[in-house]
């Protein structure tokens, strides 16, 4: 075989393999096309977020939480320093105690002035009988009959003047048992008390420092629904209103998407500059609408995660 001849075989076997090379490279983009997802919108997952903050200041004697963790609504995760409220509302439970002693006993103290009436009550009994009988002048019953009068009159002043102290003195321990109960509610403000379920994001604070009333002791959101903020155009509205389902689309890590359903709680009513990290359906629009889509979440999505919908 001559060198010429070589040429030709060689020149053959090459455009075979270039044909080969270019049908496949056409069925690996045909392929791609094919897999490739459309979607109406994106944005990122974000969850509504509360930030817990101390009700009480002073040293944080126990905090029982940590980033990443799970917390159930009433769940007690520590507690401030509150030996100086716990003294100051025992010092006013004594207070208010000597003060309610001093209250007089108002069925004692007319006790006696009682027995003297019931005596006469019974004299005048015995004296109207002996004046019926003409046994004794009438003079005797007027007489008896003034006594109870004046007895009655001592028992009225008397009940008159203890009501009066002992109104008094209540009136001396309302404001302490006032005081008690704003002590009673500063002590309750001192327990760190979780009040709602959800996952903890971020820890501001450590035990055995010192906190104020208003610091951000941690924050922590409700994971199990998470909301996918997008946004979209005018010409999109139409298509979407409240409560309606959508599908979300999120990567699956293998080349394809992952999707669920998801239902649209809140469409803005005023438009915003296209956000830089947002890619929407019409790139050329300055305006769009953000609008929330909320996903039961079984662990996959996560905050700062990126996702489409698809409106069904």
Not at 1 to 27: D, H, L, P, V
């Amino acid at each position: 075989m001559n060198k010429q001849q070589t040429n030709r075989k060689g020149n053959a076997q090459f455009a075979a393999f270039s044909s080969s090379f270019k049908i496949i490279a056409i069925a690996i983009i045909l392929s791609a096309c094919n897999n490739k997802v459309s979607f109406d919108a994106s944005g990122t997952f974000e969850a509504e977020e509360t930030i817990i903050s101390s009700e009480a200041t002073g040293t944080i004697k126990q905090f029982d939480v940590e980033e990443g963790q799970t917390l159930a609504a009433g769940q007690a995760i520590g507690y401030i320093d509150s030996l100086q409220l716990y003294l100051k509302r025992k010092q006013l439970l004594a207070q208010m105690k000597a003060t309610t002693s001093r209250k007089p006993n108002v069925p004692a103290q007319l006790a006696a002035l009682q027995s003297q009436l019931a005596t006469a009550q019974k004299e005048k009994i015995r004296i109207t009988n002996l004046v019926n009988g003409d046994a004794a002048p009438r003079k005797q019953l007027d007489d008896v009959n003034a006594q109870i009068d004046v007895i009655k009159k001592q028992i009225e002043a008397q009940k008159s003047s203890l009501d009066i102290s002992t109104e008094s003195i209540g009136k001396d321990v309302l404001p302490l048992q006032v005081q008690i109960e704003q002590l009673n509610d500063q002590l309750d403000k001192c327990k760190i008390i979780n009040p709602i379920n959800g996952t903890v994001l971020a820890k501001y604070a450590e035990t055995n420092e010192m906190t104020v009333t208003g610091k951000p002791l941690y924050k922590i959101a409700d994971l199990s629904n998470i909301i996918l903020r997008v946004y979209v155009t005018g010409n999109q509205l139409p298509q979407i209103k409240l409560n309606q389902n959508v599908k979300v689309l999120t990567d699956d890590g293998k080349g394809g998407y992952k999707e669920a359903t998801g239902k649209i709680m809140w469409i803005n009513d005023k438009s915003e500059f296209t956000p830089k990290t947002i890619q929407t359906k019409n790139e050329r629009a300055n305006l769009v609408y953000a609008i929330k889509v909320y996903v039961k979440n079984d662990g996959t999505y996560k905050i700062g995660m990126y996702g489409e919908i698809l409106f069904n």
